[in-house]
Each structure stands twice: as structure tokens, then as C-alpha cells.
């Protein structure tokens, strides 16, 4: 199973984008976390620095949107050049049309869940879609503890996605570090999110390293 390491920028030295971008260019994607304070209790950014940051790596971008009417705002994200565009289906009114405009448009689709929110409803679109994200914390900040009690949710997605034979990556967001990511790994997981842990470590192009050989392991 191949893993993907994807550094979420979240809580990065905005002051120094190129640097801090420069620091993860063996990720696999580089995670740009929008949020407006509406759908979750913290505002971030949007597409000025998504095309920034676009400009500003080669790896692909990676847009996770937890925001209110995914709907009208996702194919910006799309349009800025966004590689894959993320977006809550609690949010969303029209999931498939969404993924069809997003995929029609050249981007990944992914579909990203709450803690409360299960995969069931989900698996009979879940063809429609490039990626699933099981949110392993509340989604609003970086630096929260990862909710172990996800992992059932990530294997039953698990199951889901090999019953079917689908070719949907699934995706963990939320406390991921060393002390956590082979949990996720055996449960299921393959796109692993990590921030703090990634940009709080001394080095970070190792600590990628690091993350992405722990859960190659773990697989
Ligand atoms: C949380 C965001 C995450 C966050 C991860 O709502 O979606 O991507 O930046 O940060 P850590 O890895 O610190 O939990
Ligand atoms: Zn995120």
C-alpha cells in the first residue's frame, strides 16, 4: 500500500512561505486547512495564498475546506490550482454534483467526515470520489490529541473501499505524529495529515521521512 505524508501548513511561519514550503518538499502534499469561522470556530485563509502557495512548491496542494456551502466556494480552490479539493459532507447539499464539477474541472475529489459523522451513508457514493477524510479530531485547530475511538470508523472505511474494489485514498487528519500514526496505519489509513508534528519538529523534510517509513511499516 503506498503512503502519503501530507504536512498540513496550518500553523507554519507565514513570514517565511517559500522557507517553510521549502522544509516538506518530499511530502507527498502540501495541506492548506480553509476555514471561515462559520462551519468550524476558526478562520485561516483562502484562495490569495492557495495560488501563493501553489507558486511557491511543486508538491501538489492538497485543500481541505471546513467551510459553510462547499458548494458555490469548492471549485475556486479547483480553479487556483488546488490538486485535490476536500470538502465536509455535513456541509455540503450536493456531494455528487460537487465531485463530478471538481473531478470535471482536473482536481482530486476527497470527502471529509466529523468525529460524529459516520461512513455509512457515504460508501454507496464513495466511487465518486478520490479521497475520504475521517477527521481524527474536531475540525478547527491544529494541535489536538487524536481520538482514538476513530479507528473502528477508519476500518469499517477500510472495508468498504476493498469490498468494492474502489481506488479512493483514505485519509487521517488530526493528532497524527509517531505515537499515532501506525494505529491509523494498521486501521486502514493511507494519506496521513500531520501538522504540528511535522512543522513543530526540528527538522521537518526527516520528520516526513520519519512519519512516512512508520506508517509503511504499519500497513
Ligand atoms: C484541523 C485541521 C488539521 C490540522 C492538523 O481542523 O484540519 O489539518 O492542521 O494539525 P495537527 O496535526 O497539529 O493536529
Ligand atoms: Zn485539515
Known amino acids: 500500500m503506498s503512503v502519503q505524508i501530507s504536512p498540513s501548513i496550518l500553523n507554519c511561519d507565514f513570514g517565511h512561505l517559500a522557507d517553510?514550503?521549502?522544509?516538506?518538499?518530499?511530502a507527498d502534499y502540501v495541506h492548506f486547512d480553509v476555514m471561515d469561522n462559520h462551519f468550524v470556530p476558526n478562520l485561516s485563509f483562502g484562495v490569495p495564498l492557495l495560488e501563493k502557495v501553489v507558486e511557491n512548491t511543486s508538491v501538489p496542494v492538497d485543500a481541505h475546506l471546513m467551510i459553510e456551502d462547499p458548494d458555490t466556494w469548492a471549485p475556486q480552490y479547483a480553479e487556483a490550482g488546488a490538486a485535490s479539493v476536500t470538502f465536509h459532507a455535513e456541509a455540503c447539499k450536493a456531494p455528487l454534483r460537487l465531485a463530478r464539477e471538481l473531478r470535471k474541472m482536473g482536481a482530486r475529489a476527497g470527502i471529509a467526515l466529523?468525529?460524529?459523522?459516520?461512513?455509512?451513508?457515504?460508501?454507496?457514493i464513495l466511487n465518486e470520489f478520490d479521497m475520504v477524510l475521517i477527521m481524527t479530531v474536531e475540525p478547527g485547530f491544529g494541535g489536538q490529541s487524536f481520538i482514538e475511538s476513530m479507528m473502528p470508523k477508519v476500518e469499517r472505511t477500510r472495508e468498504a473501499i476493498?469490498?468494492?474494489?474502489?481506488?479512493?485514498?483514505?485519509?487521517?487528519?488530526?493528532?497524527?505524529?509517531?505515537a499515532t500514526i501506525e494505529k491509523a496505519a494498521r486501521a486502514g489509513a493511507t494519506n496521513f495529515v500531520a501538522g504540528s508534528a511535522v512543522f513543530r519538529a526540528e527538522d521537518a523534510y526527516a520528520e516526513v521521512d520519519t512519519l512516512r517509513k512508520l506508517a509503511q511499516e504499519a500497513c
Open 20 to 26: 517553510e514550503l521549502e522544509k516538506i518538499s518530499n
Open 114 to 124: 466529523k468525529p460524529a459523522t459516520d461512513i455509512i451513508p457515504y460508501v454507496d
Open 162 to 178: 476493498d469490498k468494492y474494489g474502489l481506488d479512493v485514498s483514505l485519509q487521517v487528519d488530526g493528532g497524527i505524529s509517531r
